[in-house]
């Protein structure tokens, strides 16, 4: 369906399913399981209360805004990626911008060394949680001993009653080098992929959304050959151009953050859910506005220095109507 169709139907028959990474999501309290240590009011970052709540309403104000001017409401459906703990969700929740559209969370904590975990944020009146579930990515460093890092979070539940899989991803970055850390984002796609075999033994049909920051590109061999299958559709592949895409790294955009789905969302049902529209929300309040940057999104901080932005990823989205 393209943008024209979309905007004539129904805005109530319209909603929106978005992830974002929130780029170091992080309270200000020392929690001694973690580093967090950059992220208190006297480290390297100089993380005040004043920075965290200024950062929440920011964070509030994007979420509640990504797909609005198409469904002219707030997502039904958010995943989340870097974020520290439970609280940093419920106080994102309680902002503003979002506390008055009824939002509640689903976390657990992840083993990743910096205590940076996945969520889903998710509005009560459209959606009910029937179960949750952590799957554990298993890697090993180069001495043999366990390299911790996020987990995939699995939830299912009732959207507008019907039955629907979510899975919330933040593969391992690139921090080495893309080519060093590949094989550790190939894991995670082999993982994703038992997981949805493990959902297709239980529900034959079953609907599912796999969304999250890959680290990879749409066609990056993780995605391309080793998580994508004949029942997946990836719309962001066509997203991605020199122009645009969720993050830009030296110059060049990249689209890690990606939401795909099975193909069954364009089978038209009389009470179902089907797939009218994706795109990456780059609206000009969440971007640099001036200088040799312009254009790439407004982050919170650039190395030490505080810049008092958003996120240096901007949320991607697709859109369903019913």
């Not at 033994?201 to 890959?214: L, N, R, T």
Request: hydrophobic residues 35%.
């Amino acid at each position: 369906m393209d943008i024209k169709s979309l905007n004539t139907l129904p805005l109530n028959d319209i909603y929106t399913v978005a992830f974002y990474n929130l780029e170091n999501l992080f309270d200000t309290k020392d929690d001694l399981k973690t580093m967090d240590d950059d992220f208190l009011p006297d480290g390297k970052k100089r993380w005040t209360q004043e920075r965290y709540e200024k950062k929440l309403f920011k964070l509030g104000t994007a979420i509640s805004n990504v797909g609005y001017h198409k469904s002219k409401k707030a997502p039904t459906l958010v995943g989340v990626a870097e974020v520290e703990n439970k609280r940093v969700l419920q106080d994102l929740i309680k902002t503003k911008n979002l506390q008055k559209h009824g939002f509640d969370i689903v976390h657990f904590d992840s083993p990743d060394e910096r205590g940076m975990d996945v969520g889903l944020l998710y509005q009560k009146k459209h959606f009910e949680v029937e179960t949750t579930k952590m799957y554990p990515l298993m890697l090993e460093d180069e001495y043999g001993e366990r390299d911790y890092t996020r987990d995939v979070l699995l939830v299912s539940g009732k959207l507008n009653g019907e039955l629907i899989h979510v899975l919330v991803n933040h593969w391992p970055s690139r921090r080495d080098g893309s080519d060093v850390t590949q094989p550790k984002r190939i894991a995670a796609a082999q993982l994703v992929q038992q997981i949805v075999s493990e959902i297709y033994q239980i529900y034959k049909d079953a609907k599912i959304i796999i969304m999250g920051d890959f680290n990879d590109d749409p066609h990056s061999p993780s995605i391309k050959d080793h998580l994508m299958s004949p029942q997946l559709y990836n719309p962001m592949e066509t997203l991605l151009s020199f122009t645009k895409g969720s993050l830009s790294y030296k110059g060049n955009w990249n689209i890690f953050d990606q939401i795909i789905f099975t193909h069954n969302f364009f089978k038209k049902e009389n009470d179902g859910h089907t797939f009218a529209h994706a795109d990456v929300f780059d609206d000009k309040f969440l971007k640099v506005y001036e200088g040799r940057h312009k254009g790439i999104p407004y982050r919170t901080y650039a190395g030490k220095k505080y810049l008092g932005g958003y996120s240096d990823h901007f949320p991607v989205y697709i859109q369903l109507k019913k």
